[in-house]
Every structure is written in C-alpha cells, then in structure tokens.
C-alpha cells in the first residue's frame, strides 16, 4: 500500500576535474542505463520519470553543476507512493552516474602517459604489447653485443657495423635488411637509454590507440623510411639505433593531432610536447655525430603513414 509523500529528495554527487559536456553525457549514460523515460534534455539538466505499476513512480531531476551532479526526486502522486522503492531507484541512479565517470576518468586516464599502464610502462598487458617487447629486444641485442666484445660506451663502425648497422653501399648491394636490423643496434649506453625512453613515451599514447599490429608496422615502416633517407644523405655512415623509427611514431601522432581522432582537450597539451620533443632532438642532432637525416626521414614518413592509417584507425577504434 503507498503511502503519502510530498517531500523531495535531493543528493549532490561531487565530480570534480570534469567539464560541462562530460557531467551531462555523464548523467544520460547513467539515466539510459537505468531505462528511465526522458521527457527533456538541457545543458543544466535532465528531466525524466518512472513508474512502478502503472499508480506510482518519482520524476527526477538530474541537474548538471560545476563540479558535481544533483538528483531530486519527487512523487508522481503523493498520495499513492513506494516511498522504498523511490529511494532504492535514486539510490541505483547515483552509483550509475558513479560508475559512468569512473569509465570517463579511466579512459581519460588511459590517454596519460603517467597512467596509462597500471603495471607499469615495461610490463605486456592487453593493449599494450609491442611497445616493450620492441625494448627487451634493443636491450637484449644491445647486452649481446656488449658481452661479445663491443665498447658500452664507445662502440667502434666497424663494430655496429658487423651486428647490422644500416650502410648505403650494403643495402644497394643486396643487403636490404640492414633497414630493419639498424633499428636495434645502438651506439653506447647512453644511445640506447635515451632511445628507451622516448619509445616508452610515445608507445604508451600511440600503441592502444592505433592497436599492436598497426603499431608494429608503422615503426617498421617509418624506420625504414629514415634508413632510406639516412643512406641518401649520407651514404658511407654507418646508421645505427630507433630513434628514426621513434620519429616516425611522433610524426604518426602528429598526423592524428590533426583530425578529429584525439580529444580537442588533449590536442593543444599533446602538439606542445611532440613538437617540444622533436625540435630539442633535432638541434640536438646539429651538434653533430647525430643522424638527422635518419630523424627527418623517420618523421616525414610518420606523417605519411598516420594519414594513410588514420580511416582505419578510426573505424576499429574511436576515442
């Protein structure tokens, strides 16, 4: 039997760090999911209702504020009222919009690179594969060739060139997978830690937002890309590490900056950083006994790449 009800209940629900667009889309993914009947959406609120038998039921008001969401609750008919199922349901609508930014958050949170891996930036998870094992693999070669006889500071051409350095004559000679070897082969301690870090960087945006293959292909490809134009400008080096390949990546990241594909929020931070990255690396490189040839390559085919990648990058995976 009902009972009489005029009072209204009111919950505030703190949500801080989120922005208009997101509270309310917030709170209709919330009033969607508990199948509420809407009767009206505004930029400041949410007008909805639901009955229970036909007899009783509550209108809500789910209103959208800065930093937190609100929920009032009235009865349809005071006089006929489940005053226990009214609260059970407003009570199932606050941990919905709960849940709803916790998945927002989450996913935002995703797109950091101090975040995005929970167990840690060198540990394989499930969208997050390549981008480490492309590391173990450097370190490993790296190790080996320090433990056979190759300086850890100052390895010797000769050296990097016998474990597969990339050289003009040798690949126009038939050599042509010294394109991918060099990508794993590096100078000295100092060459592979630096290399190790700009990697991990961009592969904790990139990878889970292009997926692993495309990821793969995408450094191999932009790597060879750099090595072609490594051995064009300077065709009796010895070409040697990722760094082509990593530019490669932040020239892909630098083609999606210009779509649609990334958050408008997150554009401006992330085009300040790879653009930051890439001019300190390349006059960096004006020092000398650096192959920006390799770099410029390496971001030039990035670019190429992220555009011709982009529709289905787009089609797998929105953000």
């Not at 009972?3 to 509270?23: C, G, H, M, W």
């Not at 499930?126 to 390895?155: E, R």
Request: aromatic share 10%; charged share 15%.
């Amino acid at each position: 039997m009902g009972v009489v009800r005029t009072e209204v209940y009111s919950k505030d629900i703190p949500l801080p760090n989120f922005t208009a667009e997101q509270l309310l889309a917030i709170a209709q993914h919330a009033v969607r999911r508990q199948a509420l009947t809407i009767t009206a959406v505004h930029p400041e609120a949410i007008e909805c209702y639901y009955t229970t038998d036909g007899y009783s039921g509550d209108v809500i008001k789910v209103g959208i504020h800065p930093q937190h969401i609100s929920i009032q609750s009235r009865p349809i008919n005071e006089y006929y009222c489940n005053e226990e199922q009214s609260r059970r349901n407003t009570a199932t609508l606050e941990q919905y919009i709960i849940d709803a930014a916790t998945q927002l958050r989450l996913a935002e949170r995703n797109l950091h690179p101090m975040h995005r891996e929970k167990y840690g930036a060198l540990l394989l998870s499930k969208t997050y594969k390549i981008t480490p094992l492309l590391v173990y693999a450097n370190v490993l070669v790296f190790l080996v060739m320090t433990l056979s006889g190759v300086s850890f500071l100052h390895p010797t051409a000769q050296g990097l060139y016998a474990w597969g350095g990339n050289h003009a004559p040798s690949v126009l000679g038939g050599q042509w997978w010294r394109l991918i070897t060099y990508m794993f082969v590096h100078a000295g301690g100092m060459h592979i830690l630096m290399n190790t870090f700009a990697l991990l960087y961009i592969g904790m945006f990139l990878e889970p937002l292009m997926g692993r293959w495309r990821f793969l292909s995408a450094y191999l490809l932009t790597g060879i890309g750099a090595g072609l134009m490594s051995i064009a400008m300077h065709p009796f080096s010895v070409g040697v590490g990722a760094s082509g390949a990593i530019f490669g990546m932040y020239g892909v990241f630098l083609a999606l900056l210009t779509t649609s594909y990334i958050k408008k929020s997150l554009r401006r931070t992330m085009l300040r950083s790879i653009l930051f990255f890439v001019t300190l690396n390349l006059l960096y490189g004006l020092q000398g006994n650096t192959d920006n040839a390799a770099h410029v390559g390496g971001l030039l085919s990035g670019i190429i790449v992220g555009f011709a990648m982009y529709p289905a990058i787009k089609k797998s995976n929105a953000v």
